[in-house]
């Protein structure tokens, strides 16, 4: 039901996190300190990303500093197949699981 699945993302959602508003705490810290914290957050999962495996540490900060988080609901289809692309997903923790639309 809908109720069910409201709870069951909420749980899921808060037992990875704190209650703390991240992104409040993250604009009040100097650029230097934001920016180390990010990349001790996101560096290493971003360098497991071809794309971004050979940036220096100081361009890796700044692609880390423009992430935006997005938890996904169980089961939730968040892009599909064939329609245009705006955004690039980086999965940090959880599963996927990918369907290709068959040709015929």
């Known amino acids: 039901s809908l109720g069910t699945r409201v709870?069951?993302?909420?749980?899921?959602?808060?037992s990875t996190r704190t209650v703390l508003d991240e992104s409040k705490i993250m604009s009040r810290l100097p650029e230097v300190l934001r920016s180390d914290l990010v990349l001790h957050m996101y560096g290493s999962?971003?360098?497991?990303?071809?794309?971004?495996?050979?940036?220096?540490?100081?361009?890796?900060?700044?692609?880390?500093?423009?992430?935006?988080?997005?938890?996904a609901a169980e089961n939730e289809i968040f892009t599909r197949e064939g329609q245009p692309a705006d955004k690039m997903f980086i999965i940090r923790s959880g599963m996927v699981r990918l369907s290709v639309l068959d040709e015929e």
Do not use: I, Q
């Not at 497991?48 to 938890?71: G, I």
């Open 7 to 14: 709870v069951n993302f909420h749980e899921r959602l808060y």
């Open 45 to 71: 999962v971003l360098r497991r990303v071809p794309l971004f495996d050979s940036l220096t540490d100081a361009v890796l900060s700044d692609v880390c500093c423009e992430l935006k988080t997005y938890h």
